[in-house]
C-alpha cells in the first residue's frame, strides 16, 4: 500500500499538546456497486488530526490551527483487505488518542469496511457501535459526531451532502481533480495504467473530504471557526509541500489565486 503522512510515524497519533481536545476526521473512499452484496470496496482512506485549545474564551480560528494527516490508497485491488487492517488500526489509534471522532456519514464507511474485512475487526464493529449511540457515549470513551447528521444546527439549507455542507458555511471545497471525470475513472486508470495522477486526485480529494469535515466538526462542537468571508480550504491543503505533486500543478493553483511553483507540474 501507498501511505502518505506528514507524521514521522503514520501508524501512530501525533503527540498531543496538554490543555487540548483532539479532534481525529476519518474518510474513506470505495468503488460502488450496489447489484451484488457487499459490492462496494474500499481503496483510499485518511485521517486527520486537529488539536484545539480546550479553555480559550473564544473558538479557534481554524485557518491557524496546524494539522496532521495520514493518507493510504492500495497499490492493486488485492490489497483491500490489507487496506481494512490498515484502517482498523487507525481507528483504534484514534480511539485510543481522540476526545472526537467524526466524519461525514461514516457509519457507510465503516460498513464498507466491515464487509470488505477478511477477518473479524472488533475496533471496526466497536465504532460502528460507537456511532450509534454517539449521543450518549460511554464514560472515557471519544464523543462521534458525524457531520452529515450532526450539524444541522448550523444549516438553513436542506442538502447534507458534504460538498453542500461547506457552500453553506463558507468552505472553498472546489474538485478540480473530478473535472471531466469521475473517481471510478480515475481509480481505474491508476489500477489499469498506474496513473500516478490520477492516484494523487483521488488522494488530495479524499484528504479534503476529511480536512473540511474535521472543520465542519470543530465547528459543530463549538471549538473552532473561520473569517466571516470564508475558508479555501485548497490553501491549507496546498501547505501540504511535497506530499504529492498534485497540489503543486497548475490546475491546482489556480484554486488559490497564486502562482504556480512548478509550471511544468501536470
Not at 460502528?128 to 448550523?154: C, I, M, V
Not at 473540511?212 to 471557526?225: P, Q
Amino acid at each position: 500500500m501507498i501511505t502518505t503522512s506528514n507524521l514521522t510515524s503514520p501508524t501512530r497519533a501525533p503527540k498531543k499538546p496538554s490543555g487540548t481536545v483532539r479532534l481525529a476526521s476519518i474518510d474513506v473512499e470505495w468503488t460502488k456497486n450496489y447489484r451484488i452484496k457487499n459490492g462496494n470496496r474500499p481503496f483510499c482512506y485518511s485521517v486527520v488530526w486537529l488539536d484545539l485549545p480546550a479553555s480559550t474564551p473564544a473558538p479557534s480560528d481554524l485557518a491557524h490551527v496546524p494539522f496532521h494527516f495520514t493518507s493510504v490508497y492500495v497499490e492493486d485491488a488485492d490489497e483491500q483487505p490489507a487496506l481494512v487492517r490498515s484502517a482498523a488500526n487507525a481507528l483504534r489509534t484514534a480511539t485510543n488518542s481522540a476526545d472526537l471522532i467524526t466524519g461525514h456519514q461514516l457509519c457507510s464507511d465503516l460498513a464498507v469496511l466491515a464487509a470488505t474485512a477478511d477477518r473479524p475487526q472488533p475496533t471496526i464493529d466497536q465504532a460502528r457501535a460507537s456511532w450509534k449511540q454517539r449521543n450518549a457515549p460511554a464514560e472515557g470513551d471519544p464523543r462521534y459526531l458525524d457531520t452529515r447528521f450532526d450539524a444541522g444546527h448550523l444549516l438553513t439549507g436542506t442538502s447534507r451532502r458534504l460538498v453542500d455542507v461547506c457552500a453553506e458555511l463558507r468552505l472553498d471545497v472546489t474538485q478540480p481533480e473530478l473535472r471531466g471525470t469521475s473517481m471510478t475513472a480515475l481509480h481505474r486508470r491508476w489500477l489499469t495504467e498506474a496513473d500516478t495522477t490520477a492516484r494523487e486526485k483521488i488522494s488530495v480529494l479524499n484528504l479534503r473530504h476529511s480536512l473540511s469535515t474535521a472543520y465542519v466538526a470543530a465547528h459543530a462542537a463549538g471549538l473552532g471557526h473561520w473569517a466571516p468571508e470564508g475558508l479555501n480550504v485548497n490553501r491549507v491543503l496546498a501547505a501540504t509541500t511535497g506530499a504529492w505533486d498534485w497540489l503543486a500543478s497548475p490546475t491546482f493553483h489556480t484554486l488559490l489565486g497564486e502562482p504556480c511553483l512548478s509550471a511544468t507540474a501536470p
